[in-house]
């Protein structure tokens, strides 16, 4: 149908001449339907990056050259009356751009770039519009669009960055979104989760890189851009954990993925020693114990943990102790605070992080583990996967322990909650005795009120008399029970006696 039809064709010649949003969107969307088909793609790939010239001229209506006649050609589909349109009026900023036929057209030209981004390592033909991509500025181009009021638009920008390979990005797109995380400033808007999320799992990934082609873009990165990151994250985070979204399933899914994205991050920071002390001071401490009490109050216990206590500030006993021991400390029945009591232990024995260090042990997991059998043997194996830094900290954090810890572990777990305890049950229970006690005496006196109805209408000439004297005269009343029951037996036998007699006098005349 695509070829006998020419409708490839119809597409290019649109992208070729038509600054129309709405037509030049329709042609890239169906362009991009076809090239998701392997066997097409083969045929018309050529084609295509010559009819799109290698794609860079799209560039240029994002915020270029071709924006204001893309957004006139928009304007006359909302103009309540389009003669009166003036072909000649400056397009707005980028940040002030609300007409919906360009926002589309800005992602439709995303998805394309992405597609040859993503391809430029599979397809030798991809790989030359992408190098053309990168030579014409392309995450500089896309970068503007993060300002666009459309989630749909941001959205689009980011899924095309992430697939940028690392080397090209440069410090001034890093720091760019690393911007971005600090001015957002309401979260649950739209799908600024999810934005942001996808910002924050790039960082995470440049972070990581140590090899390859991105190795100095990490390099850079860890060395001039992960405190600051890792304060915005942290940010976000207790900002996110914050959210009371219980019992709204969309929402708290969409909260547990920015958290889980933030998580993924610090376990990443963690894991590099010359970025440790940067997750080690007071504000990062206070921000470990307002995530995990959010968590304890505002998630329902069966989604996922956020695992806060396993980067590197929860690797402190003192700050998992804090909240174990604070005002609005944890409580000790519910699974946070089961999880905090094995980051503790763990820390004490030795147990190494490297092994879990892009996501956190849920609680089940942890559960499991615990439940077996104490193995000194395989404790003092695990102490040889320490890296330096874990080894020297389990020395300071067992000598405080020993002089401190123990006392206030005892005094959480044998007293901490009486009081707290025994002023729950008493509110439970005093309207619990309020209700026991209105229910009785209203019960009560309906029975007295059917009572009363009874008495009122109750003739009392309806019933029998007895005749006392003829009562007395019963056989049975001076007779034993027993020899009552023996007379009884008695004539049932005999009775069934003659009834076989007389059966077997019949069967005889028979």
Known sequence: C????????????????????????????????????DDMRKTVLDDVVEAL??????????????????????????????????????????????????????????????????????????????????????????????????????????????????????????????????????????????????????????????????????????????????AQVFEILVRNSQRDTYGNEDEENEKMTLSQACLAFLMAVSSFHELRDCMRDQEKA?????????EEMLHRPTVQDVTIEQTWTGRSWKVLMNCLRSADRLDSRKKVAFRV??????????????????????????????????????????LLFLDDGEWDDRTEQVQSFCVDGPFDMLNYLLNSDTKEIERKYAEIAEPAMTFYTETRNACVREVEAAQK???ADFDKSSIESVDIDSADDDEYASKRGRDIIMEKLSQVARETAQADGDAVRHWVRI
């Open 53 to 230: 010239g290698k794609v860079t001229p799209q560039l240029q209506f994002l915020g270029g050259r071709k924006y204001r006649e893309a957004f006139v050609a928009a304007e006359l589909y909302i103009a309540p009356d389009p003669d009166k349109v003036n072909m000649k009026q400056v397009a707005p900023m980028l940040d002030v751009l609300h007409n919906e036929y360009v926002h589309n057209l800005f992602v439709a030209i995303c998805r394309v770039v992405e597609f040859f981004t993503v391809m430029a390592s599979k397809d030798s033909t991809c790989d030359v519009v992408n190098t053309h991509l990168n030579q014409a500025g392309r995450e500089q181009e896309l970068l503007k669009l993060l300002v666009v009021p459309s989630d749909d638009v941001k959205f689009a920008v980011m899924q095309t960055i992430s697939a940028v390979q690392l080397d090209q990005l440069d410090a001034e797109e890093l720091e760019f979104l690393i911007k971005i995380l600090a001015d957002t400033r309401n979260i649950a808007a739209g799908r600024t989760e999810e934005i942001l999320a996808k910002i924050i799992q790039l960082l995470q990934k440049v972070c990581e890189a140590t090899e390859g082609e991105g190795a100095e873009t990490g390099k850079t990165f860890r060395a001039k851009h992960a405190s600051l990151s890792t």
């Open 286 to 294: 206070r921000s470990c114990a307002t995530v995990l009490k959010c």
């Open 453 to 455: 109805v009874f008495l």
């Open 341 to 382: 009591l094995v980051r503790i232990a763990d820390v004490l024995e030795g147990r190494t992080d490297s092994v879990h260090k892009k996501i956190g042990s849920g609680v089940q997991r942890l559960a499991s583990r615990e439940r077996q059998m104490w193995d000194e043997a395989a404790i003092r194996h695990q």
């Open 2 to 37: 695509v070829r006998s039809y020419h409708v490839m064709e119809e597409f290019y010649a649109v992208t070729r001449t038509h600054p129309d949003p709405l037509l030049l969107t329709r042609a890239l969307e169906g362009i991009l339907i076809v090239l998701g088909k």
